[in-house]
């Protein structure tokens, strides 16, 4: 199994549409967890911490299911400009390795 | 403000030649990485520093060497490089090594 695995799109979305991001983790003692949204040729950006009491930061919201090992990402009333590859980001073992591990992305289009 | 920023912004270098990455933050963080990403792949670790001493090393070959002058300063000096080492080089840096990561913008390298 993947150490963290994620729909592998490409997600085509028309503007105002709301979209979802899944991605599973296989190390429960994983610590922390992100998305990163990452544009072409750019670098990754930061775009929310995850929780498991969830979080949400405009029309964007996050989930976190501890118990599945799932994190989720939603995306409500889609721009153009949230057009992009979603990296789910996994963080530490439960021991003394905070090394961050990336699922492999997934692209999104937003289309006019 | 969350800044990394990183010099130059491409390169070019043939094989023999002797060059470094720079990267700089400000925000007073103690962990800072260096990441190697070709195209369409998720970044992967290559080094971390912590409070100014190499803590990870992903078994990355001695033709790159990192350095950590002071808790601002990242460096990476590149010799003898392949052409498969051609990719974005991504520096990124965090309060504490289990917090999140802010990443600079990249150095594009190709080694001719």
């Known amino acids: 199994r993947k150490e963290v695995e994620q729909d592998p799109g490409p997600f085509n979305v028309p503007e105002g549409a709301t979209v979802a991001f899944n991605c599973t983790y296989s190390?429960?003692?994983?610590?922390?967890f992100f998305w990163y949204r990452q544009d072409c040729r750019k670098e990754p950006k930061l775009l929310m911490s995850?929780?498991?009491s969830g979080n949400e930061d405009g029309r964007f919201t996050a989930q976190l299911n501890r118990a599945s090992q799932y994190i989720s990402l939603l995306i409500r009333d889609s721009k153009l400009s949230d057009s992009a590859t979603y990296l789910c980001v996994v963080l530490g073992d439960g021991g003394s390795n905070y090394k961050l591990t990336f699922g492999k992305g997934t692209l999104l289009t937003v289309n006019p | 403000d969350t800044e990394v920023t990183q010099t130059p912004k491409h390169l070019v270098m043939g094989m023999t030649n002797k060059k470094s990455l720079k990267c700089e933050q400000h925000?007073?963080?103690?962990?800072m990485y260096w990441y190697k990403q070709k195209a369409k792949k998720p970044p992967e670790l290559m080094f971390v520093?912590?409070?100014?001493?190499?803590?990870i090393n992903e078994s990355v070959p001695s033709r790159f060497s990192p350095e950590c002058p002071n808790s601002s300063l990242l460096n990476l000096h590149l010799h003898a490089l392949q052409p498969e080492d051609s990719a974005l080089y991504l520096c990124?840096?965090?309060?504490?090594?289990?917090?999140?990561?802010?990443f600079g913008p990249g150095t594009r390298l190709t080694v001719t």
């Open positions: 925000m007073g963080h103690r962990a």
């Open positions: 520093y912590s409070y100014e001493k190499l803590s």
């Open positions: 190390n429960s003692a994983s610590q922390s």
């Open positions: 995850v929780y498991s």
């Open positions: 990124a840096s965090s309060q504490e090594m289990w917090d999140e990561q802010y």
